[in-house]
């Protein structure tokens, strides 16, 4: 897949009846700014404080603690090191940190904070023993530093507030990294979700404003949905009341909404959706410019419907990550959007590592490893050229987007995935748990022993795994072998850990009932 900086930038009207719509000449262009929108999954701090149990110090060497948290900084890090040539994108909403409990010790001044560590790096903060002061650091100032010994500089931070009347079940808040100066930062309470964040920024003079979002998770779930239905009520009241003062203010939406774009469409029985109903997502490009036209473009509609792609669930790939544009982006005035340069960031070999390209999750078995349970997506932005005008609008690069959602959901792969396309687990049988932790997400092909049917083991290479699958019917045909029985499948090598459990189990999950190679 192209990176986002590699899209050609190719000028073409949108057709005759848009022809004069449109301008077809265009002033010299400054250099453009990505902005991304990235959920790290569950990046928490080290002060033995958390409201998940497996991020609480226990008896095990699989326990969260500096160095598994080191090694999610690097993974982050890296990832946004494949933008901009290393330096990182310019603008980044995050969202899953964690919420910080303690308040035993604030960096509300990051500026000064770097400061103070220059003469340390992150990696020594971070190696026992570690000095009072670093210990209960919120995550923000962690990775900031992370990121500056990196080379990836520069970066103002704004981060979502929350009080002590936060639900219990709001772990995390959302963060925004950029490079631009910051002009002013709130948050606005969610329902049972954690606090949308608005943030103005000043690029090159001109302001912009973005929202960074996280809705209520459970996405097909219709209680959960009346729930999001209320965070995007918030969202939408607050973007009609800007786009009220302003009808062409630069507004760029974005973050995890759990939420699919076609959410509408892939869950009729939800009725009035949170997504596509009250906030008003939609895909009609070439309505944007109407001054009654709709609020929101989003840009997954930049992309043929099967690269739409930011996480996987139970074999189908979902869309929960998105970015959302207003019409200010498409005038030539202030902040323009860089037509066609939508995409999700899927980088082979590090933040995926199987055979069908699935987000590489993260866990704290042994040493810990893997990034995230959702690539993150970016779009290039620019400042419009000088002397342009509201009424005027850009020509765009190419076939505008249109509303082409389609009502199911897109395979992940399993289905037509064959034991030839994965690598035997052989090789890994007797792994200590460093390398397996680097596996893990992986999918092999797996030679086995069924150890005990309640509950269902494997036996490979001397170590005990669980054996399941979400699907009833696959959990069916693992029940029909027998103890002692020899088996071979492709399974997709895990850790589980139970909800309210600190300790978790090494699993090989089945996807497919064609997985399993040959019947009992």
Not at 255 to 271: E, I, T, V, W
Not at 478 to 484: K, N, P, T, V
């Amino acid at each position: 897949m192209r990176m986002a900086a590699d899209v050609p930038q190719r000028r073409a009207p949108w057709g005759a009846a848009l022809g004069l719509l449109w301008a077809l000449a265009a002033a010299p262009l400054r250099a453009d700014f990505a902005v991304m929108a990235y959920n790290v999954e569950n990046l928490f701090d080290i002060d033995g404080s958390a409201r998940f149990a497996e991020f609480r110090p226990y008896d095990s060497p699989h326990t969260y603690g500096p160095q598994k948290m080191l090694g999610k900084l690097r993974a982050i890090t890296r990832t946004l090191q494949q933008v901009n040539q290393g330096a990182g994108p310019e603008i980044v909403l995050f969202q899953e940190f964690e919420i910080d409990d303690t308040h035993k010790a604030r960096a509300a001044d990051l500026e000064a904070f770097l400061k103070s560590r220059r003469g340390t790096t992150v990696e020594k903060m971070l190696t026992e023993p570690i000095a009072a002061a670093d210990r209960y650091l919120p995550v923000e100032a962690f990775l900031l530093k992370g990121l500056e010994d990196a080379g990836l500089k520069g970066y103002h931070v704004a981060v979502g507030a929350h009080g002590p009347g936060a639900p219990v079940e709001v772990a995390h808040k959302n963060a925004v990294f950029s490079k631009f100066p910051i002009r002013s930062a709130r948050t606005h309470p969610m329902e049972m979700a954690r606090g949308l964040l608005e943030v103005t920024l000043e690029v090159h003079g001109r302001p912009l404003t973005v929202f960074c979002n996280h809705w209520k998770s459970g996405a097909a779930d219709p209680m959960m949905e009346i729930i999001r239905r209320k965070n995007a009520a918030t969202l939408r009241a607050r973007l009609d009341e800007l786009l009220r003062a302003d009808p062409h203010a630069d507004i760029i939406i974005g973050g995890d909404f759990n939420s699919h774009y076609n959410q509408q469409r892939l869950y009729p029985y939800l009725g009035k959706t949170a997504l596509n109903d009250v906030l008003g997502s939609q895909g009609d490009e070439q309505a944007m410019p109407r001054d009654n036209g709709p609020v929101l473009y989003n840009l997954w509609f930049e992309l043929p419907p099967a690269q739409r792609r930011s996480d996987c669930y139970r074999g189908t790939w979902g869309t929960l990550m998105q970015l959302m544009i207003t019409r200010g982006l498409y005038d030539e005035t202030g902040i323009q959007y860089v037509d066609n340069s939508f995409q999700p960031l899927i980088l082979p070999g590090t933040n995926t590592i199987s055979v069908l390209q699935l987000p590489w999750g993260w866990h704290n078995f042994g040493p810990g490893a893997g990034v995230s349970d959702h690539f993150p997506v970016l779009a290039r932005f620019r400042e419009a050229p000088a002397g342009g005008a509201r009424d005027q609008y850009m020509p765009l690069a190419g076939p505008p987007g249109r509303d082409d959602a389609p009502e199911e959901a897109v395979p992940v792969g399993y289905k037509t995935l064959k034991a030839s396309h994965v690598p035997p687990f052989a090789r890994l049988a007797g792994a200590a748990d460093a390398e397996l932790a680097v596996n893990l997400g992986n999918l092999f092909l797996v030679r086995a022993t069924v150890h005990t049917k309640r509950p269902r083991t494997l036996q490979v290479g001397g170590r005990i795994y669980d054996w399941y699958s979400y699907d009833t019917n696959i959990r069916r045909l693992l029940d029909r072998y027998e103890r002692g029985q020899a088996v071979a499948f492709i399974g997709e090598l895990s850790y589980y850990v139970p909800r309210d459990q600190q300790a978790g189990r090494l699993q090989f999950l089945v996807h497919e009932a064609n997985w399993l190679q040959g019947e009992p």
